[in-house]
């Protein structure tokens, strides 16, 4: 079989998740760790904290979606770099736990989805992933970079991709 929806969502979420990681475990490190929680890109963007909640969120909204449950809705409760950690083990847990071929045969099921706070479409599973989550996913996870980086945590191109890379190239050759 080919490249599948379960490969362009659920494995694209779970590289997401592991840069997200990586970037995280290098900022910890800084002496200033304690104040990048609440660091942000711009005075009216919201900090750090919240793009660790949008990343992890929206994988457990993809998980839900492409398996027509209800997404368990995480709080935005983080006071450490350990509560970082615990929600995103958390969110690649759902992910773990989601059938490939599920995935495979509901994505383009049709179905109301929730698009925002306030509007609703019938679209299907791929559409809803393609459109919506991921591009969440890569904006929230590119804006927790940047925060980072203005912070002054020596992050290179490689922290944010080599999870991606992983996924499509053999990193020992």
């Known amino acids: 079989m080919g490249f599948t929806l379960y490969d362009a969502t659920i494995l694209t979420a779970k590289a997401a ?10 900022a910890e490190q800084q002496p200033n760790s304690a104040n990048l929680l609440t660091a942000q890109l711009y005075e009216d963007m919201k900090p750090l904290t919240f793009q660790v909640h949008q990343v992890t969120q929206k994988a457990e909204d993809l998980v839900a979606r492409l398996t027509l449950r209800e997404a368990e809705k995480f709080e935005n409760d983080f006071s450490s770099f350990a509560d970082f950690y615990a929600r995103i083990d958390k969110a690649l847990k759902s992910l773990d736990a989601v059938d490939k071929d599920t995935i495979n045969t509901r994505g383009e099921e049709l179905a109301p989805t929730k698009i925002g706070p306030s509007k609703e479409f019938n679209i299907t599973g791929a559409t809803y992933a393609n459109a919506t989550v991921i591009p969440n ?12 980086r203005k912070e002054g945590v020596p992050l290179g191109k490689r922290d944010y991709l080599t999870s991606f890379l992983g996924l499509n190239v053999n990193l020992q050759q």
Do not use: D, G
């Open 17 to 26: 998740l592991s840069s997200l990681t990586n970037v995280l475990k290098l």
């Open 137 to 148: 996913i890569y904006f929230h996870l590119s804006i927790a970079y940047a925060i980072l």
